[in-house]
C-alpha cells in the first residue's frame, strides 16, 4: 500500500502490478508516454481518483481503505488510462501532421513523432497520415510518401506500416462515402509503398487472401496489382504520379551518399563532402553515410585515411550525431558475414577502424562493445549453425524417404532456429538437383507448403540468392545446375511462393556480370511463355505439382458436394486426396464460412468426423478458426449474424474436443 500523499507515476505503478513492487525482470516494461497521467490519492476524501486528472468524470474511484478492492480494479483502471492514452495520442498525431503538410518540413515530422514516443501505436500514425492525404491534394500525398520513407529509415517498423496500411484496406468502405476515388488513391499509396521499399510485394497477395472479394480493399488491392505493379515502367510511373518534385527514393539518397563519397576520395575536400552531406537534409538517415563509408574503407584500403577523418570531422562538428554513429557501426557488424564473402579481410579491418575511432573520442565505446558483442554472439553461434545443417540433411534425407511433410515441419519446429531458414531452403534444393525428377518435384511441393507454415517471404528470397550467388560452384558439381534452379525459381513463382516482382528483388541482391543474373532471366522467360503455369507445374514430370488456387477450388467443391449429398466417408477421402496436411486450415476455415453463408450447421459434422479420424489435427482446426476470426468484421457486411454464429461454432468446438478452452 501507498501513503494517502504518495503521488505514483502511472508506469511506477504499472511495474509493481506486474512484479508484485519488486524492480523488474525481464517481465512487463511499460514507459510512460508524453501527455500520460498520474494516479494520485486525495487525503481529504480518503478516495483514489483518476478520472479528475483525466480531465472528465468517466473514470472510476475506489477507497483508499479497500485494499482488495483497490488491487482487483487496478487492471480495470490501468485499461482506462491506456484508452485515454490512445486517444492523446491520435489527436497529437493529427496535429503532427497537420503542421508536416503546412510547412512540409519532414526533419521536424521525425523529430516531433520522436518525442511523442508510443512506438506501440505507430501503425495508427500510418493510418492517420495516408487517410488526411487521401482528402488532399497532390502536393500533400507526395509528401505523405515522403515522410512515409524516411520515417521507414528510423522509427518506423515494418511490422507497424503493414498493420498500418492493413487498416486502411480494412476501412476502406468507409473512406470511399467520403472520398470517391478512394479505391485508386489507397492502391496508388501501396503501390508507391512497394516501389520505396517499405511494403513487402508479398503483401499485396497475402493481404489480399484475407479480405473478402466484395469489399473495396480486395479491389484496392486488384488495382496495385493490374493498374501500376504490372505495368511497364510501373516504378517510374508510381513515382511521378503526384508530380513527384519533393520526392527522393531511397535508393536515390543512398545513390547520391555513395557518389559524395567517391567524389571526396578523388578530390579530399572534407569541408564540399560535410556541405554534400549536410544538403541531403536527413539527419536520421545518416547512419547510411557511416555504413558506406566503412564498407568503401573495406573495399578501397587506400581510402581509409580519407573516410575515418571524414567521419570524425563530421561527429566533431555534431553534423553525424553519436547516435546514428553507433547505428551506422552496428549495420556493418550486423551484415560483417556477408562482406566477408567479398572482402574475406572484413573483419579485421572492421576491429581495426572501431578501436581506432573509440580511441580517437568520435565513436562512444558502448558502439564497440556492441560490436564485440555481434561478434562474440556470431563466434558462439557457429557451432549452433553446423548443427542445423547436419540436422537439416537428415530431416531433408527422412523427407526424400517418407515424403512426410508435417512430420518434417515438427522436426524443423523442434530445431528452433527460424532464423536459418534461408539455409535450410539453400540446402533442400541443392540436395534435390543431384537427385531424380521425384526429389526435385517433392523439394518444390515442401517449399510451397514451408511458405504457409514457417518461412517468410523474406527468407525464401534470401536461400535463393544464397543458391545463386553459389551457382558457379555448384554447377562443378551439378552440370545442369543453372537451368535447374530457373526451374526452380519459376516454380516457386508459379505456386505463389514468390511473385514475379520478387525475382526483381532477388536480381538487384546478386553480383553483376554473376551466372545467377543469367539465371534470374531465365527464371522471368520460363514464367512469362505462353501456358507456363501447367508447363511448370509438369516441369519434372510429377503429379504431385499444385498451386494454391487450385486447392482452394477443390476445397470448395468438395464442401459444396458435402452440403449437398452429406456423404462424410467421400468427403474424408477427398481431404486425404488432397495430399495436404498442412493446408486444412483452409478447409476448416471455407467449411466454416461456408455454414454461415448456407445457414446450414450441418456441414460441422464433416469437421466432427475430420478430428475424429485424426484429419485435421487441433493446431489445424485452431488455425482456421481463428482465420474467420479475424475476417469477422467483413464477413458481417454478408452475414449480419457472423459474430454470433462463430461464437456458437467455438462453443461446440470446445465442447467436443477440436478446440482448446484456451481458444479465444
Not at 524492480?23 to 483514489?48: E, L, N, Q
Not at 503526384?242 to 527514393?249: I, L, N
Request: proline share 3%; hydrophobic share 40%.
Amino acid at each position: 500500500m501507498v501513503s494517502p500523499e504518495e503521488d505514483i507515476p502511472l508506469s511506477d505503478l504499472q511495474l509493481r502490478v506486474a512484479t508484485g513492487g519488486r524492480a523488474p525482470t525481464g517481465g512487463i516494461a511499460v514507459r510512460r508516454m508524453p501527455g500520460s497521467v498520474r494516479v494520485s490519492k486525495d487525503s481529504a476524501g480518503g478516495k483514489i481518483t483518476v478520472g479528475d486528472l483525466l480531465g472528465n468524470g468517466s473514470c472510476p474511484s475506489y477507497d483508499k481503505n479497500d485494499s482488495d478492492h483497490w488491487n482487483n480494479e487496478i487492471p480495470h483502471v490501468l485499461g482506462v488510462l491506456a484508452s485515454c492514452s490512445l486517444d492523446d495520442y491520435r489527436k497529437d498525431i493529427t496535429k503532427i501532421v497537420e503542421e508536416y503538410f503546412n510547412t512540409g518540413d519532414v526533419a521536424l515530422a521525425v523529430s516531433d513523432l520522436r518525442d511523442l514516443g508510443s512506438e506501440q501505436y505507430h501503425h495508427y500514425f500510418v493510418k492517420k497520415l495516408i487517410s488526411m492525404a487521401m482528402d488532399r491534394h497532390d502536393k500533400e500525398k507526395e509528401m505523405a510518401s515522403v515522410l512515409l520513407s524516411s520515417l521507414y529509415a528510423d522509427l518506423l517498423s515494418s511490422s507497424k506500416i503493414n498493420e498500418g496500411f492493413m487498416m486502411l484496406l480494412e476501412s476502406a468502405d468507409d473512406l470511399a462515402v467520403d472520398i470517391l476515388d478512394a479505391v485508386d488513391v489507397l492502391a496508388l499509396f501501396i503501390a508507391r509503398a512497394v516501389v520505396d521499399e517499405i511494403l513487402p510485394p508479398i503483401f499485396v497477395t497475402r493481404t489480399r487472401e484475407l479480405l473478402p472479394e466484395s469489399s473495396k480493399g480486395y479491389q484496392v488491392l486488384k488495382t496495385v496489382e493490374k493498374s501500376y505493379l504490372s505495368a511497364p515502367h510501373h516504378a517510374e510511373v508510381v513515382e511521378r504520379r503526384w508530380g513527384g518534385s519533393t520526392h527522393v527514393t531511397v535508393d536515390e539518397v543512398k545513390m547520391k551518399i555513395s557518389d559524395l563519397l567517391r567524389e571526396y576520395i578523388d578530390s579530399g575536400d572534407i569541408a564540399e563532402a560535410c556541405r554534400c552531406i549536410r544538403e541531403l537534409g536527413l539527419p536520421f538517415f545518416h547512419h547510411e553515410v557511416v555504413k558506406r563509408a566503412l564498407i568503401l574503407i573495406m573495399e578501397i584500403p587506400a581510402s581509409e585515411p580519407y573516410i575515418l577523418n571524414l567521419l570524425k570531422v563530421a561527429a566533431e562538428e555534431c553534423l553525424i550525431s553519436s547516435n546514428q554513429m553507433m547505428k551506422g557501426f552496428s549495420r556493418l557488424a550486423d551484415s560483417l558475414d556477408d562482406l566477408t564473402l567479398d572482402v574475406p579481410s572484413a573483419k579485421g579491418l572492421f576491429d581495426v577502424i572501431v578501436t581506432r575511432a573509440t580511441s580517437e573520442g568520435w565513436l562512444d565505446p558502448l558502439s564497440r562493445n556492441s560490436a564485440v558483442a555481434v561478434e562474440e554472439y556470431k563466434n558462439e553461434h557457429v557451432d549452433k549453425i553446423r548443427h542445423f545443417k547436419e540436422e537439416s540433411v537428415n530431416i531433408i534425407h527422412e523427407y526424400f524417404l517418407s515424403d512426410d511433410i508435417p512430420e518434417l515441419i515438427r522436426s524443423l519446429e523442434e530445431l528452433a532456429a527460424p532464423e536459418y531458414n534461408p539455409v535450410f531452403l539453400k540446402k533442400l534444393i541443392t540436395l534435390a538437383m543431384d537427385r531424380k525428377n521425384r526429389e526435385k518435384e517433392m523439394a518444390s511441393v515442401l517449399l510451397s507448403a514451408l511458405s504457409m507454415e514457417l518461412f517468410s517471404s523474406d527468407d525464401i528470397m534470401s536461400g535463393f540468392v544464397m543458391l545463386l550467388d553459389s551457382a558457379d560452384d555448384t554447377s562443378l558439381d551439378i552440370l545442369d545446375a543453372s537451368n535447374e534452379l530457373a526451374l526452380f525459381l519459376a516454380r516457386a513463382v508459379t505456386d505463389d511462393v514468390l511473385v514475379p516482382l520478387n525475382l526483381d528483388d532477388i536480381n538487384e541482391k546478386l553480383r553483376p556480370n554473376s551466372s545467377g543474373i543469367e539465371t534470374v532471366r531465365m527464371a522471368r522467360v520460363l514464367v512469362s511463355a505462353r501456358h507456363s503455369g501447367e508447363r511448370i507445374l509438369r516441369c519434372w514430370g510429377g503429379g504431385t505439382g499444385w498451386a494454391v488456387e487450385d486447392a482452394k477450388d477443390k476445397i470448395t467443391k468438395l464442401l459444396e458436394e458435402f452440403a449437398i449429398g452429406g456423404d462424410l466417408a467421400e468427403a474424408c477421402q477427398c481431404i486425404r486426396d488432397l495430399g495436404m496436411p498442412f493446408f486444412n486450415h483452409e478447409v476448416v476455415k471455407k467449411a466454416l464460412v461456408m455454414a454461415m453463408e448456407k445457414q446450414n450447421d450441418g456441414i460441422l459434422a464433416l469437421l466432427q468426423e475430420c478430428f475424429g479420424e485424426g484429419l485435421i489435427t487441433i493446431t489445424q482446426m485452431a488455425k482456421g478458426f481463428s482465420r474467420v476470426r479475424d475476417g469477422l468484421d467483413d464477413l458481417t457486411l454478408d452475414i449480419p449474424n457472423a459474430e454470433e454464429k462463430f461464437g456458437g461454432y467455438v462453443d461446440h468446438a470446445r465442447k467436443h474436443g477440436w478446440l482448446l478452452p484456451s481458444f479465444i
